[in-house]
């Protein structure tokens, strides 16, 4: 079987996913071989479906999650609870509102760092754009080989991260704890 | 550990997922939250594709999650819980643009013939990328920027097959069309997605000049 170049860009999606038969495949590939555009278009397009498919590229605008939570919170009905149940609800919320009050009447302290063997980063510039990630406790340039947990990297301005106690990464960041 | 955190991948214990869902029945409203953790990102992205806009696909995602709530015991264990979820923020955000944005017109590659055969623009060699250079913002502008500029039966099978991941049979069902217009489309987005990205992006990676501007399709 002989194909032409329209019939490989017409089936290259289906190629891709696996979903052509053995003899249009086998046809494809000899084309492929002798054919630079074809064999462009092929590699182009599976890029595309490799970069477009990280998870890296799922960003939502930050505070998206804290006020979903808020929405829902003022519109899902409580758990079906007992009178204790409830007075032991209520307790807890009184000590959360109070925790509350005392973390924002102390929102001129330093934040308490996530490891003890971190340095605060007084010296980040706080609007530079830094990469955090969901178990890891210190915050990095993008591209430092230091990133822990890359599956689930978050940019977030410095200031913010030191602010949710992230502390700089001692080797990219090293010029500013330094300066 | 940051809010917005969550994985895209479903639970590794589906039966997890099946017995939150029965005592979220049954009266742990708080249990919701749990169920949902995941799949937070998913529905804000899903949201996004059609919508283009970070306000209006926050709010549809927040009004898609209520929903989901108010119609849990609709949800059948035969489906995937992700796949019911994605559904409805589907449905709420074209709602959504019926309702707000009737007037907005949609970009002019939406009128092309679905039907035609799509013949590449041009043949640059785009060589294969290291996944790292999706940590630098303006790669993942770019790629943002082509994916917004397709029409919208395009992004929106696009989305849910290549981000999302849903099968082919699952992005038919929650677009409401035929699996053959699924491929179709598919097939038309990653072409134009690759005809857009390709010039600029293909062989110069590695250079920090390589979004010389002027010089590129965007």
Redo the contacts between chains.
Sequence with gaps: MVVSC?EV??E???Y??GEVEASLRAAMEDHLRGC??CT??L???R???????????????????????R??EE??????RSFLGWMVAAAAAVLVAGSFEVARSSVFSRPELRSEHAQPGTGVPPDM?V?????GKTFHA??CPFIHDK??????KAGEALR?GYAPCVRCMKKYLTA | ????????EPPAKPFNEEMLIQRIRN????L??ELIRPY???V??AAFAILRN?ADA?DV??EA??KA?KNIRQFRAEARFSTWLTQITINEARMWRRKEHANIMEPIVDRQDEEG????RD???????P??T????EV?QK??EA?ASLGEKYRET?VLR??Q?LS?EETAKALGISTASV?TR??RA??M??DL??PG??GSWSSKLFLAKGTKPW
């Design positions: 329209e860009w017409r290259i999606s289906n891709l996913e630079k555009h462009a278009v590699d182009g397009t890029n595309v479906v490799q970069l477009y498919g990280d998870e890296r590229m799922f960003e939502v605008p930050l505070g998206f999650s804290h006020r979903l939570h929405r829902l519109n899902l009905p409580g758990n079906r754009l990469i955090v990630s969901g178990d993008a591209g599956a689930h990297i978050q940019t977030v949710q | 550990m940051p809010e917005e955190v969550t994985s895209l009266g742990e409203h708080d919701f939250y937070e990102r998913r804000y992205s970070q926050e995602a927040q999650m209520l709530f055969n799509y013949t590449p043949f640059a060699d785009w060589r294969e990328i996944l790292e999706l940590e630098r913002k993942r790629l943002a994916l696009f290549d981000m991941h082919i491929k598919l097939l990653r072409l997605l690759r990205l390709a992006f293909g």
